[in-house]
């Protein structure tokens, strides 16, 4: 079949096939895969020889990534965990774009712009990606953390000021060519607007926290896995869709209210299961959709400025964020993750400017250098987090015990690596047997379920040998495994078989390929759930 007949299979396949290949390369250098995504990108754009793939399907491609991405993020934040960082997020958030619009906007006056054009750019320049943000915080397993928590909902802020920005700049654009625009009409816009996400928040939080759960329970009883995985992907895509057509609210948005009120159901671990493979996969044709974007002549035509919008968002934007969270008296590990999570711009940056661009406020120099600001933040934010979290250990500034973790004085103990359905039933045992622990833990909730079954807890993730090495596993006597990705899993293992070569290992493992993978990294035993609900009924046949 010929190929342009097949747009669409043609850029999913060389953009995965790509991205994986060059995921690899940036692997082997011991940098970031997403680098290597990006590099993807370039290659598959319209601006290098060959292959061109599809570049508003690969954009559509990327908003799938975005909504899924969010969806996740939704189902681990409750509107208590908002509500809990509303009193940071917002003012930080607010702060933070005023000054990022300032300094855009004085480096668009020294290139000659207008104060239009530059208000514009600053503008684009405010807002952080929401996926290379929320990939960050998985990566480093602090997505559920406070202060996860708290760059979430400064990004949840940040959208929703840049909803409004949109709706507003084709009035910008009315008076920036002259037209009177009389006041009344741009306060009802600006209301319009607000109620109109007002509306929107509104249904999902009374409505929806009851149809969606219903309907999750609902679909679960029928017993078909196929519908219930559907019934995520449905709820996902068509909340998101549904709210940016009623309520003009971004994707990512609706999909952020559509995870958080599903979140309350208690089939939330189990969608969050099912979303991930597509939401993996969907998330790296962002970066590629991104790499497309990129004009590499710009860094040859325009290297101050390229340098210094860069600047701007790396520097200028991690150093006010940094600034308000400590004005808020909050510690500098916390201040420093905020700082090194909003230190990138990404997909409502490139909306804002193309829209200026379309309305004619800004010139074709303000998109290309915003694509470019884009594409290298993104491809410094890992190194940018590498700095600042090395900061972060040799500050001066005491911080709480979870993030600055000393190292328990037990020995014979047991240790727990996740606290979640399983390992909570298991911490649970233990202390009714009267067995000291101690519990590895990411959630927020998971330590604090610990904490009141008599554990001592340490927030992180255990595939670091330096948070085994506080728990004391040289020390201990047994390491149950039970966060269920077999990959995290593994790592774990294998540090705690290096750390104490006698230790009694036990992981869980949902399928026959995990147990061996964990057995071969030296798990004592390895408890597969389906196998064991086939034994045990088995036995009972045999009764």
Do not use: C
């Not at 308000?324 to 590990?333: D, H, M, P, S, Y």
């Not at 240790?415 to 359905?421: C, E, K, Q």
């Not at 495994?481 to 774990?492: K, L, N």
């Not at 964990?518 to 046949?541: K, N, P, Y």
């Amino acid at each position: 079949m010929p190929e342009h007949q097949t747009p669409l299979i043609a850029t999913i396949a060389a953009g995965l096939m790509l991205a994986y290949v060059f995921g690899l390369i940036a692997h082997r250098l011991r940098i970031q895969p997403l680098v290597g995504y990006l590099v993807a990108g370039v290659v598959v754009g319209p601006f290098t020889p060959g292959f061109t793939a599809d570049l508003p399907l690969a954009g559509e491609l990327a908003e799938i990534g975005v909504i899924l991405l969010m969806f996740g993020v939704g189902l681990h934040f409750s509107l208590k965990d908002l509500v809990s960082v509303a009193r940071i997020a917002i003012p930080g958030a607010i702060v933070q774009i005023a000054v990022a619009t300032a300094m855009g906007a004085g480096l668009a006056r020294l290139l000659g712009w207008s104060w239009m054009a530059g208000f514009v750019f600053g503008l684009a320049l405010s807002v952080a990606s929401t996926v290379v943000l929320v990939r960050a915080l998985q990566d480093r397993h602090i997505l559920d953390t406070k202060r996860g928590q708290i760059a979430v909902g400064w990004l949840v802020v940040e959208d929703l000021a840049m909803v409004l920005a949109l709706v507003l700049l084709p009035i910008a654009a009315l008076l920036n060519g002259g037209e009177a625009v009389p006041l009344s009409r741009i306060l009802f816009s600006t209301l319009v607007t607000l109620a109109k996400v007002a509306v929107f928040v509104t249904v999902m939080l009374v409505v929806g926290r009851r149809v969606i759960p219903w309907l999750m329970h609902y679909t679960a009883h029928t017993g078909s896995r196929e519908l219930f995985r559907l019934a995520v992907y449905a709820i996902a895509l068509g909340v998101a869709f549904g709210a940016s057509k009623t309520f003009d609210v971004s994707f990512a948005l609706g999909a952020f209210f559509a995870g958080m009120v599903m979140g309350e159901s208690d089939l939330s671990q189990r969608a969050a299961e099912e979303a991930l493979p597509l939401r993996d996969a969907f998330a790296v044709l962002f970066f590629v959709s991104v790499g497309m974007l990129l004009n590499p002549m710009v860094f040859v035509q325009h290297p101050f400025a390229v340098a210094a919008t860069v600047g701007i968002i790396v520097v200028g934007k991690a150093a006010v964020a940094w600034l308000i969270v400590r004005a808020f008296r909050l510690g500098n590990t916390t201040a420093l993750t905020v700082a090194a999570s909003l230190a990138q711009i990404g997909e409502f940056s490139f909306i804002l400017v193309g829209l200026g661009h379309d309305l004619k406020l800004v010139q074709s120099d303000a998109y290309d250098l915003v694509l470019a600001g884009a594409i290298v933040s993104i491809f410094l934010n890992p190194f940018v987090f590498a700095v600042l979290e090395g900061r972060a250990r040799r500050a001066a500034v005491p911080e709480p015990v979870a993030e600055a973790p000393r190292a328990t004085t037990l020995s014979g103990h047991d240790v727990v690596v996740g606290y979640g359905r399983v390992g909570s039933l298991i911490g649970a045992a233990l202390a009714r047997d009267g067995a000291r622990m101690v519990v590895i833990e990411t959630s927020d909730s998971g330590l604090e379920k610990a904490r009141q079954d008599g554990a001592e807890v340490l927030e992180g993730n255990a595939a670091s040998g330096e948070l085994l090495t506080v728990a004391n596993i040289a020390g201990a006597r047994r390491l149950f495994v039970t966060v269920p990705d077999a990959f995290e899993a593994g790592q774990g293992v294998e540090q705690a078989r290096g750390l104490n070569p006698a230790l009694e290992i036990l992981a869980r493992a949902h399928s026959d390929a995990a147990v061996e993978h964990l057995q071969g990294l030296g798990a004592t035993l390895v408890i597969s759930g389906e196998r064991e609900i086939a034994e045990r009924m088995v036995e009972r046949m045999r009764a």
